[in-house]
């Protein structure tokens, strides 16, 4: 058996502010679980932010799937530490919306020359 059987590539993701991603790839061993690929990381220990005690604090994601801590990872798979929202997005985008009117958004943004609104 080759040393690539028993080895795997993850990549851990962690965004601490909106657009600012920290990406981290690791070679682990086969059977690896999600908490010993974050401990790995460094990142729990580097971010004392990141509290993965409180479930509604922060969320652990494969590929963007929900998983618990003692998931055993695959070859190739992406964690993501993903931190709880501070603003719900149904209230960012009406206030978006409401900022940049309706004359350049959403269905109206294109009128042809001529035509009627909302056309």
């Known amino acids: 058996m080759s040393t690539h059987d028993t080895s795997i590539h993850i990549t851990v993701m962690y965004s ?6 920290h990406e981290r790839e690791l070679p682990l061993s086969a059977g690896t679980t999600v908490m010993q690929a974050l401990q790995q990381s460094g990142f729990l220990a580097e971010c004392p932010e990141i ?5 509604e604090a ?3 994601c494969i590929w963007g799937k929900k998983t618990t801590p003692h998931h055993v ?6 964690i993501e530490i993903v931190r709880p929202l501070t603003v719900d ?15 350049r958004a959403g269905l109206f ?11």
């Open 16 to 21: 601490p502010a909106p657009r600012v991603v």
């Open 51 to 55: 509290d993965l005690s409180q479930t």
């Open 58 to 60: 922060f969320t652990v």
């Open 73 to 78: 990872l695959r070859d190739l798979d992406r």
């Open 89 to 103: 997005p149904k209230v960012a985008r009406r206030e978006r919306f409401q900022k940049q009117g309706t004359s």
């Open 109 to 119: 943004s294109k009128r042809r020359e001529g035509a009627k609104p909302g056309y």
